[in-house]
């Protein structure tokens, strides 16, 4: 199952999933995240001789006694981080500062977790009438599969999917930390408060920055040249050579920018947004801002974080316009 929830998982959350399989609480704290359980190192046997037990050296076994379930072999080198560690973290962090945990859990029969955070007084941003929405996550596992990551997203972690597209994004911040589970994990652990300040940082600056879109004009036919400049594939040297699926996909983001959800047609940002609602994947009626967080699954991550790009370098567009016009005239 692409959610990735396994018989002994629990996701916990205050508002409802698209999987439906949470269990709703009104706060999340760490009793009742379902995370409040221990992961400990055990050695492994072979077998016996007559000294008594045979034991591999170099590996262990990654167990939860409480749960009486074995997650996995690490070896040696690996470092527990605890969930415990995880929440303790969180709270010194972002001391002083307003947060709620909207969801948490394990994936993969416990062998990775997650928390998943909103901060009340950095949490929602408008530009040009548009709400957006910023979370911060940290994901973690005790299989070795994942490092302990925490960073600032578009993406609600619920589930494996989410778990998996969340990291692809970390659209409004580039910063965060990453933490590997080795013997030096705790010191790194110890300066994340730091990274995850830096990241609040850059994610007012993002929004900065589309509000500065919002008020650079662009004509319409330079939006157009931009796009065939971006669109059209390295190879196409004049518009007869432009193929059809191209050509109906400048035209749908053309017609985006003029005509899309809350755009005017006059603005970098309503180039913006036409690139986000060309490549969302969810129908989302008259939502810019959730349609944007919407776009982070898939291709459309990429793109999108093209166009912010070149939206923000006035080289780089002057670029594709005069590529585009080329093209065009050719």
């Not at 589930?159 to 990453?178: E, L, P, V």
């Not at 030096?184 to 730091?194: E, G, S, T, V």
Request: aromatic share 10%; hydrophobic share 35%.
């Amino acid at each position: 199952m692409s959610h990735n929830i396994q018989e002994l998982d629990i996701i916990t959350a205050t508002e409802a999933t698209w999987h439906g399989l949470e269990k709703r609480v009104d706060a999340i704290d760490f009793e009742t995240s379902g995370l409040d359980w221990d992961v400990v190192e055990s050695p492994i046997y072979l077998g016996k001789d007559e000294g008594g037990l045979i034991e591999i050296p170099g590996y262990n076994a990654i167990e939860i006694p409480e749960r009486d379930h074995v997650i996995g072999v690490s070896k040696e080198s690996y470092e527990i981080i605890q969930n415990s560690e995880i929440w303790e973290l969180i709270n010194d962090a972002f001391t002083g500062v307003d947060f709620e945990v909207t969801c948490a859990g394990s994936l993969g029969n416990l062998s990775k977790v997650f928390f998943s955070l909103q901060l009340k007084e950095h949490q929602s941003y408008l530009v040009n009438g548009d709400a957006f929405k910023s979370h911060f996550n940290f994901l973690s596992s005790h299989d070795g599969s994942q490092c302990f990551v925490g960073f600032d997203s578009h993406t609600r972690v619920v589930c494996g999917n989410t778990f998996k597209w969340s990291q692809r994004d970390r659209g409004s911040a580039k910063a965060g930390f990453r933490v590997r589970h080795t013997k030096n994990a705790q010191r790194y652990i110890d300066n994340a408060a730091k990274a995850i300040e830096a990241t609040l940082e850059k994610r007012a600056e993002f929004y900065a920055s589309l509000g500065a879109m919002d008020e650079r004009e662009i004509s319409r036919n330079k939006v157009l040249q931009a796009l065939v400049g971006w669109v059209a594939p390295k190879d196409v040297k004049s518009k007869k050579d432009i193929s059809t699926v191209t050509k109906n996909k400048i035209r749908s983001m053309r017609m985006k920018f003029a005509n899309g959800i809350a755009n005017k047609g006059e603005t970098r940002y309503d180039f913006f947004n036409a690139v986000t609602e060309q490549f969302t994947h969810h129908n989302v009626a008259s939502d810019a801002g959730k349609n944007f967080g919407a776009s982070e699954f898939g291709s459309g991550a990429d793109r999108k974080a093209e166009a912010y790009e070149f939206l923000m370098d006035d080289d780089k567009l002057d670029a594709l316009v005069a590529r585009g016009e080329a093209i065009l005239q050719g």
